[in-house]
T-cell receptor
Framework: GESVGLHLPTLSVQEGDNSIINCAYSNSASDYFIWYKQESGKGPQFIID?????DKRQGQRVTVLLNKTVKHLSLQIAATQPGDSAVYFC??????????????FGQGTILTVHP | DADVTQTPRNRITKTGKRIMLECSQT?????MYWYRQDPGLGLRLIYY???????NKGEISDGYSVSRQAQAKFSLSLESAIPNQTALYFC???????????FGSGTRLTVV
């Protein structure tokens, strides 16, 4: 989930396990959500997105779940691999106005996968 | 070649100096953004531009300015750098109806 202060949440898993990364978003009017992966020394990379009219969306080895009632987003990674080790960010698009495309990012979660 | 290229990759500068970070893209996207990343604080929006004639302030624009020289180029300037502007800076682009951003590899700026 969201962190407080300067310490990012961390998740450590064994290779082959499933991982669940959580995110609480702030704006009930947000209509679009994205998960990004950031590896050390690189820019964030798009993983998967979901619109507010959906509860679940699946990609390759990843699933995003959206619970609008409690403003909660999760990213599930199946059969986690060492290459999945990275910082994961959720992002929300704040509303349906002309500023569509201006994302607000969460603080991130560090995922470490042990062989 | 990368879709979004940032230069320089690393820069150390002194307090009070003016510095420009550059971003160019080959995606053909109209929308470009500058974000700042600090440990534990995620990415925060500095400025954004939805087309060549459009410039908008983000949540932390104080101390920064931008220039959109062309569709493909969006530069960020620190007029008088200060140590708390030490951070990792990312440029990103997006298309109107497509999902997500494409990020550059970042510029690590240190102000001493």
């Amino acid at each position: 989930g969201e962190s407080v202060g300067l310490h990012l949440p961390t998740l450590s898993v064994q290779e082959g396990d499933n991982s669940i990364i959580n995110c609480a978003y702030s704006n009930s009017a947000s209509d679009y959500f994205i998960w990004y992966k950031q590896e050390s020394g690189k820019g964030p990379q798009f993983i998967i997105d979901i619109r507010s009219n959906m509860d679940k969306r699946q990609g390759q080895r990843v699933t995003v779940l959206l619970n609008k009632t409690v403003k909660h987003l999760s990213l599930q990674i199946a059969a986690t691999q060492p290459g999945d080790s990275a910082v994961y960010f959720c992002a929300e698009n704040m509303g349906r106005d002309t500023s569509y495309g201006k994302l607000t990012f969460g603080q991130g979660t560090i995922l470490t996968v042990h062989p | 070649d990368a879709d979004v290229t940032q230069t320089p990759r690393n820069r150390i500068t002194k307090t009070g100096k003016r510095i420009m970070l550059e971003c160019s893209q080959t995606k053909g996207h109209d929308r470009m953004y500058w974000y700042r990343q600090d440990p534990g604080l995620g990415l925060r929006l500095i400025y954004y531009s939805f087309d060549v004639k459009d410039i908008n302030k983000g949540e932390i624009s104080d101390g920064y300015s931008v220039s959109r020289q062309a569709q493909a180029k969006f530069s960020l300037s620190l007029e008088s750098a200060i140590p708390n502007q030490t951070a990792l800076y990312f440029c990103a682009t997006s298309d109107l109806d497509k999902s997500g951003y494409t990020f550059g590899s970042g510029t690590r700026l240190t102000v001493v």
